[in-house]
């Protein structure tokens, strides 16, 4: 279709190849415009998906890195073809502003071509080959070759927060497919039309690079029923999840629970802790908590490396945070991605404010789906004991900290769970300080930054979006960057092999 031309959902399916529809539907709830209905997934639709993924398998799990690397790419190019349309539905179902969502394309054009590009390289494939030694004694050896080799279907999960990055041909869709693994994805009911859209680009790619059909699957929002077949359906051998604790933790306990259980890649969530050492502190105060408060409030706070949490010393807590407020205040009502998460953010910033021994700095009002800035201050001695005060809460919320010494800020660090970051603000003269919290911040996060802030994600070789656990649910793994493509690979030795049996990538 022309990207400029206006983009009316059909509200279907897309099952190995055909677009299919369900007995009952729902409607989505746009930020503005129209709305739409579209067809609830079932179990019978996450079987046929599955089935047919799992006969892709048999063709795609063995076709070349080139075949694969054109279909990652012609992916992009009828994402691109279909731009403006994406644009506008995907504002529309979000409220997300016209910049981010052509933002966020970008980056996913730009993942789907980075994983081409990484998977024609080959490194990924971690060859290596221990030659035979048949006259070792005791002992020979034999011929030992080993190479990383796709795993089998995937399920993806799209993202409340990110309807392009991380929903259905997001991050986890683009890693699986590079490894050569066929994706079934169970789109997100806040931006079902975009899924829809999206979905329509892949399958016009599966056409021209003449994929199998099944290589490809989106299942629309349904029932739990849905999502707990999908991740319990024998034929899917991992999952790719980017979402709440809740619903991440029950889905990776069903994981577990299966007869076969299966590794389940979760991104959960964090509050990103930032530490404000003395010196920086002494030097750009003011110049920091602006910084920060422009980072609480992008995107508004909905994004999953929100510093929503920032530890300072008390005798200059009271500057940062008048700063901070003053930057906060000029910050306007923003739209919420649904009415949910707009009720939870509500709820949460009534959860912190009870917390024993917080103060509120600044209280705004946010009603229906909007959000404002929240504030609050609390003692390092009652952080310590209060566990909830360290729960996310989704949103343009922040909370100070306060400590009364370097050995309470190294408290303070000790008690965060895991985190997908870790943030000090630091000058030289705040090296010693920083070296002393260096064992503890990087036992709590994947990504540690200096002197800045921690949203916006680079996608590259060298980046880690995980952490240990709440932050994902495997702290080996990354969401973000061509490293995540190991979680859909698997080594494989093979031992005295002819190279007539040998996969194309050993030969």
């Not at 795609?60 to 080139?66: I, K």
């Not at 975009?194 to 490809?216: D, H, L, Q, S, Y």
């Not at 949203?455 to 995980?466: L, R, Y």
Request: negative net charge; proline residues 6%; aromatic residues 6%.
């Amino acid at each position: 279709m022309d990207g400029a031309t206006p983009f009316t959902p059909h509200g279907r399916h897309l099952i190995a190849g055909e677009w299919v529809a369900g007995d009952a539907t729902f409607a989505s709830e746009p930020a503005s415009g129209p709305a739409h209905d579209f067809s609830v997934g079932t179990p019978a639709h996450v079987d046929a998906a599955v089935t047919a993924a799992e006969e892709a398998f048999w063709s795609y799990g063995y076709s070349s890195r080139e075949a694969r690397a054109k279909f990652l790419n012609t992916i992009a190019d009828e994402i691109e073809a279909r731009a403006e349309a994406i644009t506008a539905i995907g504002s529309a179902e979000t409220g997300l502003p016209e910049a981010r969502l052509q933002g966020e394309r970008g980056r996913t054009v730009g993942q789907l071509r980075l994983f081409a590009d990484h998977i024609l390289k080959g490194d990924y494939l971690d060859r290596r080959h221990d030659e035979a030694l048949p006259d070792r004694q005791p002992l020979p050896r034999p011929d030992l070759k080993m190479v990383q080799r796709p795993i089998g279907p995937v399920a993806v999960f799209g993202a409340s927060n990110f309807p392009l990055a991380f929903s259905t041909a997001g991050g986890d869709t683009a890693a699986a497919l590079a490894a050569g693994c066929p994706v079934v994805v169970k789109g997100h009911s806040a931006h079902p039309g975009t899924g829809e859209i999206v979905a329509e680009a892949i399958k016009a790619a599966v056409e021209a690079c003449g994929m199998p059909k099944g290589v490809f699957s989106l299942v629309q929002g349904g029932t739990r029923e849905t999502g707990q077949a999908l991740v319990q359906h024998p034929l899917i051998k991992a999952v790719g999840f980017t979402g709440s604790l809740g619903g991440g933790r029950a889905l990776f306990d069903l994981c577990a629970q299966r007869d076969e259980p299966i590794p389940f890649f979760g991104e959960l969530g964090s509050v990103n802790p930032m530490f404000l050492l003395p010196e920086a502190m002494s030097a750009r105060s003011a110049e920091i908590a602006k910084g920060w408060a422009g980072s609480l409030t992008m995107g508004a706070g909905q994004f999953c490396t929100n510093p929503g949490i920032a530890v300072v010393r008390a005798d200059q807590a009271e500057a940062f945070a008048e700063a901070a407020k003053a930057a906060l205040a000029e910050v306007g009502e923003q739209v919420m991605l649904t009415g949910g998460i707009a009720k939870a953010y509500q709820e949460g910033t009534k959860r912190v404010g009870a917390g024993q021994g917080v103060r509120e700095l600044l209280k705004t009002t946010c009603e229906g789906r909007t959000a404002t800035p929240y504030l609050y201050m609390v003692k390092g001695s009652d952080w310590v004991g209060n566990h909830e005060l360290a729960e996310e809460v989704f949103g343009p919320l922040g909370l100070i900290v306060t400590v009364e010494s370097d050995e309470e800020m190294r408290e303070v660090a000790q008690s965060f769970a895991g985190q997908l970051t870790v943030t000090l603000q630091m000058d030289d003269g705040d090296t010693e300080l920083a070296r002393s919290l260096m064992p503890i911040v990087e036992r709590k996060a994947g990504r540690l930054l200096v002197n800045g802030f921690p949203t916006g994600v680079e996608v590259s070789d060298t980046m880690v979006h995980g952490g240990p656990y709440p932050a994902s649910t495997n702290f080996g793994a990354t969401s973000v960057g061509t490293l995540s493509i190991r979680r859909f690979l698997r080594p494989v030795c093979y031992q005295n092999m002819p190279d007539a049996l040998l996969p194309a990538d050993l030969a």
